[in-house]
């Protein structure tokens, strides 16, 4: 998550994921992580990630994805998601919008949906992610409806989740064990000028697989935010550039929990379907000083990213309190029953460094990625991430994850 508003989730069956996250945990680091119990909640404390393991990734792409000209198929416009599936078919989700299903050696098998507000029909189509038997659960953003497709691309039933009272919204993030979905519900504050704020809070909302039983889990702070002093709008509020290295709450799921992670410091919080807190998992890292260098790369990775921004970028940075310190870690992701933790680095690192949790708090290995490959989708051998070319072009590739 990170600066961005937006992190990516991957999730198994809860028990796909007790397999992969508690057999992960065997035996793949040197020393084990303290535990102990506080007021019935275990407290997972893991030391720094100097003698884990190494998982790599292979050194070109199993399968690529993505064409200027000469094969329609293959064109994106702006993906939006990309899965597995258990028989090797890849799902890549456009926001053009379309559902494509590829075969395993990157042939287009079918198209589905189209731009509307009809059944298997989408407007902006923003996330998605694979339910028990790889059905497809797409969330159009616009219309605020989930679509199930079955794992051969048919429109199976649509479903909208009903916000709890007193937020204008939800904003699905995944599902956790076999029967729930995870929501968060929509950060809505007063804007205050001129100086970092939390201003407001939203509900963590578990839900049945349908949209049914709604309950609160658990209430998280908003992101850190800014606002220049004065506005150039006649005092309406604008959209704002991200503030290089603000601190965020990170939500998603892994296995059967639901994950909170504050970005201001190492620890991430598993809470069940009720809403009860079971385990922290906390590991020791040095706070990274943030240098000149730092928010330099922060620009170029962002304006990449959004291009056109870079103007707007440039002047937050040199207008808004930049922190002394990056966020206690980037991204969080999950996959195959574990949780992937971006370690936060200096602009001179230029590869992006993970440490993998399992499910039960033990750091079992890191990886490293190329800081151009924004990861899509975890698997137990296999790591998908959307690429951009030197044209701007976007490809969907596929690696091998080697854990051995």
């Not at 009809?118 to 605020?144: C, H, K, N, T, Y």
């Not at 998603?252 to 009860?276: I, K, M, S």
């Not at 040095?286 to 870079?310: L, M, Q």
């Amino acid at each position: 998550m990170s600066q961005r508003c937006r992190s990516r989730v991957v999730t198994t069956t809860a028990a796909a994921a007790a397999v992969l996250g508690f057999a992960g945990a065997a035996g793949a680091q040197k020393s084990q992580p303290v535990r102990r119990d506080s007021a019935g909640v275990e407290i997972v404390e893991n030391g720094k990630a100097t003698s884990l393991p190494k998982w790599t990734l292979g050194a070109r792409p199993s399968l690529d994805l993505g064409s200027v000209t000469g094969n329609p198929d293959q064109e994106f416009s702006k993906v939006a998601a990309a899965l597995r599936l258990a028989d090797g078919s890849i799902c890549v989700v456009d926001e053009a919008p379309s559902l494509r299903l590829f075969s395993s050696d990157g042939q287009l098998k079918l198209n589905v949906g189209r731009k509307g507000r009809g059944p298997g029909e989408f407007i902006l189509p923003r996330d998605a992610w694979l339910m028990p038997g790889d059905s497809i659960l797409l969330f159009d953003v616009l219309a605020r409806r989930l679509t199930v497709f079955t794992k051969e691309g048919e429109y199976a039933r649509d479903f909208r989740l009903t916000p709890p009272s007193g937020s204008p919204g939800v904003t699905p993030k995944g599902l956790f064990g076999p029967h729930d979905l995870l929501a968060v519900g929509y950060f809505v504050g007063t804007v205050q000028r001129g100086s970092v704020t939390r201003n407001s809070t939203a509900p963590v909302v578990g839900f049945g697989m349908s949209g049914e039983d709604p309950r609160e889990l658990v209430v998280v702070p908003s992101p850190e935010s800014w606002h220049p002093p004065t506005s150039s709008r006649g005092g309406v509020a604008g959209s704002v550039p991200p503030v290089p290295f603000l601190r965020g709450t990170g939500v998603l799921t892994a296995g059967q929990f639901a994950v909170v992670a504050p970005y201001d410091t190492y620890e991430l919080r598993l809470f069940d379907n009720t809403g009860r807190l079971r385990r922290i998992i906390r590991r020791a890292a040095d706070p990274v000083r943030v240098t000149d260098a730092d928010v330099k790369a922060f620009i170029d990775r962002e304006s990449r990213r959004n291009p056109g921004s870079r103007a707007g970028l440039e002047r937050v940075a040199r207008e808004a309190p930049i922190p002394k310190t990056m966020p206690a870690y980037g991204q969080i992701l999950s996959g195959a029953g574990n949780i992937w933790v971006e370690e936060s680095r200096p602009a001179s690192e230029s590869d992006v460094m993970w440490t993998v949790f399992s499910v039960d708090g033990q750091a079992i290995a890191t990886v490293l990625t190329p800081e151009d490959l924004e990861i899509l989708d975890i698997g137990h051998h296999h790591v998908i991430g959307l690429w951009r070319d030197d044209l701007d072009v976007e490809h969907v590739r596929m690696y091998t994850l080697e854990t051995s």
